[in-house]
């Protein structure tokens, strides 16, 4: 059965960082583009940022310049480097291949 796994989450300062990984298993993960949601409480799930098996990417406007996706295809990891981190970044954020699977999410919270 496949497995998206997401870590790195936790509770930063405005203009922190924090490296969001999802680790992948069960599946030819080298092909597959990957995915990043998130979910802020009360609101529904958006496009954060992807990655398509030969590395190019595509970002939500509003963390173009702040988060960068990439992936280690001999790791079976997709990461996402999360810059100048701002309260509305607060949300739950997720993975997936676009196979219909998905991670159970790691909480990020940006507060002072």
């Known amino acids: 059965q496949v497995q998206l796994v997401e870590s790195g989450g936790g509770l930063v300062q405005p203009g922190g960082s924090l490296r969001l990984s999802c680790a992948a298993s069960?599946?030819?993960?080298?092909?597959?583009?990957m995915t990043w949601y998130r979910q802020a409480p009360g609101k529904g799930r958006d496009l954060v940022a992807s990655?398509?098996?030969?590395?190019?990417?595509n970002y939500a406007s509003s963390v173009k310049g702040r988060f960068t996706i990439s992936r280690d295809n001999s790791k079976n990891t997709v990461y996402l480097q999360m810059n100048n981190l701002k309260p509305e970044d607060t949300a739950v954020y997720y993975c997936?291949?676009?196979?219909?699977?998905w991670g159970q999410g790691t909480q990020v919270t940006v507060s002072s």
């Open positions: 997936t291949n676009g196979r219909g699977y």
């Open positions: 990655i398509a098996s030969g590395g190019s990417t």
């Open positions: 069960g599946t030819i993960f080298n092909i597959d583009t």
